[in-house]
């Protein structure tokens, strides 16, 4: 266990539809970065929080969003979904900037029918 | 903009051969850190090393050793005497705000 907790584990939806990623970062972390695995598109940056708010945004298209909450949890929204959403999504934390390292949580398995 | 290069995309080897992974980075920063990261089949990242730009002395952890050239701008990693349990996609990762991930290369130790 990373000690970061990301839920779902496997979501299977279809398309159009909208889903909330839910994550926990590790205790003491303050930073929350979400990512994509695709099989072409690799592991991609979507976007960073830290201790609330936004700090950089990546490969987020306009149908994602996110947040952090005061209680340093985050969720990411992917709304109007596509089949070329289907992907691997991992959410990492962090206690700054990621300098002292990532811890990965074991990712919410998205598969868009 | 930061890349990373990862030009091996799978190696094939034989349980207690070595396995040399190559890694090569672009950053404009003078300060990064290098990370490598193991994904087995289970699906989860799991983290390895972590190396910064000031250090390039090279260690070695267990099985684990890793050599970081600054002037090359090579971050390569090597399994010494791999085992089945190490089949994995390993990935080298640059870090400057966020993590730049290379594509991974497929490693397969058959017993």
């Known amino acids: 266990d990373s000690g970061v907790t990301q839920t779902p584990k496997h979501l299977i939806t279809a398309t159009g539809q909208r889903v909330t990623l839910r994550c926990s970062p590790r205790?003491?972390?303050?930073?929350v970065y979400w990512y994509q695995q695709s099989l072409d598109q690799g592991l991609q940056f979507l976007i960073h929080?830290?201790?609330?708010?936004?700090?950089a945004k990546g490969n987020i298209l306009e149908r994602f969003s996110a947040q952090q909450f005061p209680d340093l949890h985050s969720e990411l929204n992917l709304s109007s979904l596509e089949l070329g959403d289907s992907a691997l999504y991992f959410c990492?934390?962090?206690?700054?900037?990621?300098?002292?390292?990532?811890?990965f949580g074991s990712g919410t398995r998205l598969t868009v029918v | 903009a930061q890349k990373v290069t990862q030009a091996q995309t799978e190696i094939s080897v034989v349980e207690k051969e070595d396995v040399t992974l190559d890694c090569v980075y672009e950053?404009?920063?003078?300060?990064?850190?290098l990370f490598w990261y193991k994904q087995p089949p289970s699906g989860e990242l799991v983290f390895l090393i972590r190396?910064?730009?000031?250090?390039?002395q090279n260690e070695i952890s267990g099985r684990y050793s890793w050599n970081f050239q600054k002037s090359t701008s090579s971050f390569n990693f090597t399994i010494t005497a791999s085992q089945v349990v190490d089949s994995a996609v390993y990935f080298c990762?640059?870090?400057?705000?966020?993590?730049?991930f290379g594509a991974g290369t497929t490693v397969t130790v058959r017993a």
């Open positions: 990492a934390s962090s206690v700054g900037t990621g300098t002292s390292g990532y811890t």
């Open positions: 205790s003491g972390d303050l930073s």
């Open positions: 929080y830290y201790n609330g708010e936004e700090r």
């Open positions: 950053t404009r920063d003078t300060t990064y850190y």
């Open positions: 190396r910064n730009s000031f250090d390039e």
């Open positions: 990762a640059l870090n400057d705000y966020k993590l730049s």
